[in-house]
């Protein structure tokens, strides 16, 4: 190939991405103008509407969980859609007509299964993971993937964030949720809530796990297909076993690390050296130099009694 016909590739290639980060950009303004008549109600704790029989402003209170943040909505993964992409334009009407709380919703694999543009997040695997998990062969399908991905403010974190404690407390936090919130957990079952603390009492430096693992480390089987395990097992297979995470073979490194992990297996002589960038789990980041180092060390010290003794047997003979 020619170097101008190179030039000229790289050139297009280069256009291709300017526009489509403007097209994208294009998008979300353009949907932020038809966006706003939504946001005028949901976006704050009180909305206002003229009321055509006595023709006065009214101003009324909106239920807090139909608040949503447009600062959020604005970083989620969705940003660049229209409300009602997901929800029927007859929201555009106000009061919103009656037979649209039967209104059906999406699922996430309506859009993104078996879709080629979208298989590096393997979508379809994800699935079938969630029908396997607890959440699913327990309860309904009012449990659904957005039970987790809250659909006005869910981003993918794990995949982008390179501050590891930044994502864990997200990822619990999708959790805790439910888990620490009675009215959300109970969306689900009657059952009174089992607190967290309290069920995992039996966990040393209950706090510093929370902020340096996730919920998923324990909960869920591990997967090689999935950056992001889905099946959450019954709660008497989590992990309570110590060694499985602080031991020369961690669990971690096919979870929590595995992003990381493909990176470098070996640094600096470190076993799972790709942790200690952001932790030192005890038992889990022994080093082989530091290793070598002592069993030579153990040798000459060996060496140095055993001469001793026998120059002292020597002299004694004198
Ligand atoms: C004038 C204020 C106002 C505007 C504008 C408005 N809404 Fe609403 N919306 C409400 C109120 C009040 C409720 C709760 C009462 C009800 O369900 O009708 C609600 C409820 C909803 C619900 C929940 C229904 C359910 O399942 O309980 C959805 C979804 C919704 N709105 C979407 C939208 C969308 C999308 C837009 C923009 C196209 C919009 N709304 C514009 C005031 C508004
Ligand atoms: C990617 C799809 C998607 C987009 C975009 C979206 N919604 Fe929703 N919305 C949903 C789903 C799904 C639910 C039901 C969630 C559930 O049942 O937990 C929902 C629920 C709601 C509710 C009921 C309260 C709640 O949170 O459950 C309101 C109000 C609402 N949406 C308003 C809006 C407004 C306003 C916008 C635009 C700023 C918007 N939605 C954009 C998918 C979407
Ligand atoms: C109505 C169709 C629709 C539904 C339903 C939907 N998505 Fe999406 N999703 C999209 C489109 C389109 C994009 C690309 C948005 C853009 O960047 O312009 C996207 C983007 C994403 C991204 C990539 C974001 C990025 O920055 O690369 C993820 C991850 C994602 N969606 C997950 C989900 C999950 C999880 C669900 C269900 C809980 C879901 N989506 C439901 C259409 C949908
Ligand atoms: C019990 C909670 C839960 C449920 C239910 C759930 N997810 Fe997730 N999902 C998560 C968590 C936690 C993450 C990690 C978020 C992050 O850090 O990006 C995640 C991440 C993802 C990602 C991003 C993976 C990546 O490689 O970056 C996709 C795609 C996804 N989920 C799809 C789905 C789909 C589809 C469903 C339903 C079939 C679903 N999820 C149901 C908790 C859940
Ligand atoms: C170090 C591993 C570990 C971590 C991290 C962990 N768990 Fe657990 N969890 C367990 C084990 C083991 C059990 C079973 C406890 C028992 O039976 O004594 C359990 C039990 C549970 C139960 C069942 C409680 C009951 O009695 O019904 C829930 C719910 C739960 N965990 C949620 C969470 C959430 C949410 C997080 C994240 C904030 C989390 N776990 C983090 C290991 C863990
Ligand atoms: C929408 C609310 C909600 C979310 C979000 C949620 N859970 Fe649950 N979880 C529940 C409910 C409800 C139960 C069932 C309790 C029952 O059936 O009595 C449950 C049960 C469990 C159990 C116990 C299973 C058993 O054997 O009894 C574990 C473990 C668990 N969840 C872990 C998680 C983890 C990890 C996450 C985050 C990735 C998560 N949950 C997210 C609501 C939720
Ligand atoms: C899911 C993996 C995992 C499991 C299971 C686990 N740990 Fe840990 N543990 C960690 C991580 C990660 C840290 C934090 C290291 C750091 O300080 O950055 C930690 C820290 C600790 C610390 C604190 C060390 C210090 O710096 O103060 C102790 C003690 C500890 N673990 C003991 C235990 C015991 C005992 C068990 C079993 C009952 C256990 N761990 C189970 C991952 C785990």
Redesign the pocket.
């Known amino acids: 190939m020619k170097p101008h016909t190179i030039i000229l590739l790289l050139l297009s290639l280069l256009l291709a991405t300017v526009l489509n980060a403007s097209s994208k950009e294009d998008k979300i303004q353009k949907n932020k103008r038809l966006n706003k008549v939504c946001f005028n109600c949901h976006n704050q704790k009180w909305y206002h509407y003229q009321n055509p029989e006595t023709e006065l402003e009214v101003k009324k209170r909106m239920f807090s969980e139909l608040i949503i943040d447009s600062t959020e909505f604005y970083l989620s993964n969705h940003r660049t859609f229209k409300c009602i992409s997901c929800h029927s334009d007859e929201y555009e009407e106000f009061p919103h007509p009656g037979e649209l709380r039967m209104e059906e919703k999406y699922a996430c694999n309506d859009c993104h299964g078996g879709d080629e543009d979208w298989a590096h997040f393997k979508f379809d695997e994800i699935e079938e993971q969630f029908w396997e998990s607890s959440h699913s062969t327990s309860h309904d399908e009012t449990f659904s993937c957005w039970m987790c991905h809250e659909p006005h403010s869910y981003h993918i974190s794990a995949r982008n964030e390179e501050n590891l404690l930044d994502f864990i407390q997200y990822d619990?936090n999708i959790?805790?949720n439910c888990?620490a919130n009675a009215d959300n957990y109970q969306r689900i079952t009657d059952n009174i809530n089992?607190n967290?603390i309290e069920?995992?009492d039996?966990?040393p430096n209950q706090q510093l796990?929370?902020e340096n693992?996730?919920?998923i480390?324990?909960?869920t089987e591990i997967s090689d297909n999935t950056l992001i395990a889905h099946k959450v097992l019954p709660?008497?297979e989590?992990?309570?076993n110590c060694v499985e995470c602080h031991s020369g073979d961690s669990r971690l490194m096919e979870s929590l690390y595995k992003h990381l992990a493909i990176e470098s297996r070996a640094k600096a002589g470190f076993l799972n050296g790709v942790m200690l960038d952001q932790s030192f789990v005890i038992g889990a980041n022994r080093n082989s130099i530091l290793n070598k180092l002592s069993a030579w060390l153990f040798i000459l010290v060996l060496g140095g009694i055993t001469i001793h003794g026998l120059l002292r047997v020597i002299l004694k003979k004198k």
Request: with cysteine; proline share 4%; net charge positive.
């Open positions: 619990n959790c805790l888990h089992p967290v069920t995992h039996w966990l796990h929370f693992v996730r919920c480390e324990c909960h709660k008497d989590a992990v309570k």
